[in-house]
C-alpha cells in the first residue's frame, strides 16, 4: 500500500513539476488594418500587363476585395508558451500549433492534419512542411478529383518592427478572353513566388495583390 501511494505521490509531482516549465510567455493580437498595401498587377507568362477592364470586373463581382474590406486572420489572437508552441485563435477555431523557427520567418504548424480538395499552391514562396497529395483512383491525372492531406500553417516573417503576417490575394484566371474561363480565388497568409508566371499556360493570368498584417504583443 504505501508502494502505491509513494508512486502515485511522484507521479503527481512529476506532472507538477512538467506543468511548471510550460509557462505562458505573452499573448498577441492582430492589427486589423492593413498596412504596406500594394498596387494591383496583372502578370502573365509573357510578363506584366495592364488591364483597367480586368480589375473593374473582378472588383464588382467581388472577386478582388480591398485588403481593408477582407476579414481573414484580423481577429486572430494567441498565447505563446515556453515549450515553443502557440494557442491560436480565429473565426471561432482555437488551435494548438508548433512554431519553427527558419530566420527570418517562422512557421506555426497546426498540431493536428486537415484533409480537404486539392488546389494548387505552388505559386506561393512557404510551402507546408507536411504536405499529402491524394490522387483520386479513377482519376489520377485530374487534380479536380484530387485531395490534400496536410498541418495548417501560419507564416510570419519578420523585420526592424517586428513580427506580421505577410498576406497575398490571387486570382488565377483560365484563358481569360473565353466564356470557358475558370477563375481560382486565394486570399492567403503567403508570399508569392516571383517565378510562378514562366510555369503558367500560355493563356492564362493571374491578379496579384500584397499587404501585411501586423502581430502586436499584449
Not at 494557442?87 to 523557427?101: C, G, L, P, S, Y
Amino acid at each position: 500500500m504505501k508502494l502505491i501511494l509513494s508512486t502515485v505521490i511522484l507521479m503527481a509531482f512529476l506532472s507538477c513539476s512538467n506543468d511548471e516549465k510550460i509557462n505562458e510567455v505573452n499573448n498577441f493580437t492582430v492589427e486589423p488594418s492593413p498596412y504596406e498595401i500594394s498596387e494591383i498587377r496583372i502578370l502573365t507568362k509573357q510578363g506584366e500587363v495592364s488591364n483597367d477592364t480586368l480589375i473593374t470586373f473582378l472588383q464588382q463581382n467581388q472577386s478582388l476585395q480591398h485588403p481593408n474590406n477582407h476579414p481573414l486572420y484580423k481577429d486572430l489572437t494567441g498565447t505563446f508558451y515556453s515549450n515553443q508552441t502557440v494557442k491560436t485563435t480565429f473565426f471561432d477555431r482555437t488551435q494548438n500549433r508548433e512554431v519553427n523557427d527558419y530566420g527570418g520567418y517562422q512557421i506555426w504548424e497546426n498540431i493536428e492534419y486537415v484533409n480537404s480538395v486539392f488546389y494548387p499552391y505552388e505559386m506561393f514562396k512557404y510551402q507546408r512542411p507536411n504536405y499529402t497529395k491524394i490522387l483520386d483512383e479513377d482519376y489520377p491525372n485530374d487534380d479536380r478529383f484530387s485531395r490534400q492531406e496536410y498541418r495548417d500553417c501560419l507564416f510570419i516573417e519578420k523585420d526592424e518592427t517586428g513580427s506580421y503576417l505577410p498576406m497575398t490575394i490571387a486570382i488565377y484566371i483560365t484563358n481569360p478572353s473565353l466564356s470557358t474561363r475558370r477563375t481560382i480565388q486565394y486570399y492567403e497568409n503567403n508570399v508569392f513566388e516571383s517565378n510562378f508566371p514562366s510555369a503558367m499556360s500560355e493563356n492564362d493570368t493571374i491578379v496579384i495583390q500584397s499587404y501585411k498584417l501586423k502581430i502586436i504583443n499584449d
